[in-house]
């Protein structure tokens, strides 16, 4: 036969077990859900949909043939 002391102890624990699964979510309060909000992309772009602009600026610069006027002077004063 179990003790009194026992029983208190395996009460005790079951108690406790209870209280820590349960009152979590009992005491979490109200969640706040967010519905996510998916914009509808269409499969094919409806005309006058395009956001490309008319001209394309140049890739690639043509470099100058003649450095401009101080260049050199200037890199000989920054060593």
């Keep these: 036969m179990a003790s009194k002391f026992q029983n208190r102890l395996v009460g005790t624990i079951v108690l406790v077990a209870l209280g820590v699964i349960v009152l ?3 005491l979490d309060g109200q969640k706040k859900h967010y519905q996510d909000e998916f914009a509808a992309i269409p ?17 690639t610069q043509a470099l100058p043939t003649q450095p401009p006027e101080g260049a050199a002077e200037e890199v000989r004063a920054g060593d």
Aim: proline share 20%.
């Design 24 to 26: 979590p979510g009992l």
């Design 43 to 59: 499969l094919v772009p409806k005309a006058g949909d395009r956001d490309e602009p008319d001209m394309m600026p140049a890739a």
